[in-house]
Structures are given as C-alpha cells and as structure tokens.
Nanobody
C-alpha cells in the first residue's frame, strides 16, 4: 500500500516554472506523474524507476524533470518553460504500469494521489 500527497500546484504565466512535490509512504519501483486536462484522458508525463532511469512523454521532454529523494520519501516534478497546454490536474502515482509501445507510454498506476492543479496563462 502506497499513499501519496501532492502539493505545489498553482497559476503561472507562459514560460514560468513550478515544482511539484509528492510525499509518499511505502515504496514502489515505478513512480511517476500523470496529468488530466478538462475533457481529456489522463496521460502519463514522466516515470522514474528504482534504478534511477527516467522516461518522459515527448510533449514535456527537455522541459520537465522527474526526481526522487528517498531520504525524504518525496517525488518531484520540476516543470520549466511552461505552456498553456500544460494546464491540467497533475497526479502523483506509484506502481506505474508501462505499456508495450514505441516511445513512452505509461498506461496506469496502482496508487494515486489526490491531484494538484496547474494553470498556465498566455
């Protein structure tokens, strides 16, 4: 059982930055971030594996960085060069399920946080 609590969301202008922390209890080899915009399906954004490997959706590659501080039981998502299309509810996840596809495809997770809203204005 993994419990996750996100924070750090807010409103920023295009080009701005935000860092989302997610404090968790328990452990998971695959942890990550998903997002869901109004009227759209939830999509995987970034995943970090227990060996330190990181994976990103093409839409955020080069702008977002996922990291993990095991001493603090905290997962982070550093978001730079934010765009209006990044506006969404962001969810921290554990036991992320990776699909069999070309490129990055996180298709679900076993445990979810409650979400934190990120709004990017133009």
């Amino acid at each position: 059982q993994v419990q996750l609590v996100e924070s750090g969301g807010g409103s920023v202008q295009t080009g701005g930055s935000l860092r989302l922390p997610c404090v968790y209890t328990g452990s998971s080899y695959y942890m990550g971030w998903f997002r869901q915009a109004p009227g759209q399906e939830r999509e995987g954004v970034a995943t970090i594996v227990g060996d330190g490997t990181t994976m990103y959706a093409d839409s955020v590659k080069g702008r977002f960085t996922i990291s993990q501080d095991n001493a603090k039981n905290t997962l982070y998502l550093q978001m730079n060069s934010l765009k209006p299309e990044d506006t969404a509810m962001y969810y921290c996840a554990a036991d992320v399920l990776m699909g069999d596809c070309v490129g990055y495809c996180a298709i679900g997770a076993g445990f979810w946080g409650q979400g934190t809203q990120v709004t990017v204005s133009s």
